[in-house]
């Protein structure tokens, strides 16, 4: 038995192959898994609970095949799927984490976060994040036609896509002090997060000891964290 962990998968129906390789990976690795946990980013974009497109649908429906059958999947939003709600849970079955969350994995505390806040020198980022994590502007938001929501979420997309310079990539990366900070704050002996496409398993000799690891993005290949009850773990890449 083991527990897994994905992030930044970045589904979206212009990428079947993507979609394709995540079902053959529902396939092959859960069969024997305790749990599955995906701390956000899952999907490309997400505009809200209400599309009902064949995309949409396949994944909800692979979700529930696995919950249906008591594998407990647990999701953390994302930058680009925040806007997951209460119907895409109750249709999945997916229980919703907050960002940060610390849980008991196999005896050691472990805190899983999607990664953003952690790059606390994206000023320009975390002003957006703040904005658009507001309830207010939320419903304003969800208020819209879906073909709207969709037209400026392809918009926001391809303004991110520009920012792909050298000073972005570093105002993008986890900064140590604020990794630091939550680890002290949650007394955490390991640290899970996606968001910065930065695969690594670290470990810090301070007082105690912990680790941080990061999970990878599945626009090269597909990774997952794969933890077990002996403590043992691995990131594992598959094409």
Same mark, same amino acid.
């Given at each position: 038995?083991?527990?897994?962990?994905?992030?930044?998968?970045?589904?979206?129906?212009?990428?079947?192959?993507?979609?394709?390789?995540?079902?053959?990976?529902?396939?092959?690795?859960?069969?024997?898994?305790?749990?599955?946990?995906?701390?956000?980013?899952?999907?490309?974009?997400?505009?809200?609970?209400?599309?009902?497109?064949?995309?949409?649908?396949?994944?909800?429906?692979?979700?529930?095949?696995?919950?249906?059958?008591?594998?407990?999947?647990?999701?953390?939003?994302?930058?680009?799927?925040?806007?997951?709600?209460?119907?895409?849970?109750?249709?999945?079955?997916?229980?919703?984490?907050?960002?940060?969350?610390?849980?008991?994995?196999?005896?050691?505390?472990?805190?899983?976060?999607?990664?953003?806040?952690?790059?606390?020198?994206?000023?320009?980022?975390?002003?957006?994040?703040?904005?658009?994590?507001?309830?207010? *502007? =939320?419903?304003?938001? @969800?208020?819209?036609?879906?073909?709207? %929501?969709?037209? /400026?979420?392809? &918009?926001?997309?391809?303004?991110?896509?520009?920012?792909?310079?050298?000073?972005?990539?570093?105002?993008?990366?986890?900064?140590?002090?604020?990794?630091?900070?939550?680890?002290?704050? *949650? =007394?955490?002996?390991? @640290?899970?997060?996606?968001?910065?496409? %930065?695969?690594? /398993?670290?470990? &810090?000799?301070?007082?105690?000891?912990?680790?941080?690891?990061?999970?990878?993005?599945?626009?090269?290949?597909?990774?997952?964290?794969?933890?077990?009850?002996?403590?043992?773990?691995?990131?594992?890449?598959?094409?």
């Amino acid at each position: 038995m083991y527990t897994l962990f994905i992030s930044d998968l970045h589904l979206a129906p212009t990428h079947p192959e993507l979609i394709n390789f995540f079902l053959s990976f529902l396939q092959s690795k859960t069969k024997q898994a305790d749990a599955l946990y995906i701390l956000g980013d899952f999907f490309e974009v997400w505009v809200g609970d209400d599309d009902k497109s064949e995309f949409a649908q396949t994944i909800i429906a692979a979700l529930k095949s696995l919950t249906s059958r008591g594998l407990p999947v647990y999701f953390m939003h994302g930058n680009r799927d925040f806007l997951i709600g209460s119907q895409f849970l109750a249709e999945t079955g997916c229980q919703l984490l907050a960002d940060p969350s610390l849980i008991d994995l196999y005896g050691v505390p472990t805190l899983l976060m999607h990664g953003d806040t952690l790059c606390t020198q994206d000023m320009a980022y975390l002003r957006f994040r703040e904005k658009a994590r507001n309830p207010f *502007y =939320q419903r304003l938001f @969800l208020s819209l036609p879906l073909f709207i %929501r969709n037209r /400026i979420a392809r &918009y926001l997309r391809n303004k991110s896509s520009q920012q792909t310079n050298i000073e972005y990539l570093n105002l993008s990366d986890a900064a140590p002090t604020a990794i630091l900070e939550v680890i002290q704050q *949650y =007394q955490a002996e390991q @640290l899970i997060h996606g968001h910065t496409h %930065r695969p690594c /398993i670290q470990t &810090y000799y301070g007082i105690p000891p912990w680790k941080r690891i990061v999970l990878s993005d599945w626009h090269a290949q597909g990774n997952a964290l794969i933890c077990f009850p002996d403590k043992t773990q691995r990131l594992l890449y598959f094409p």
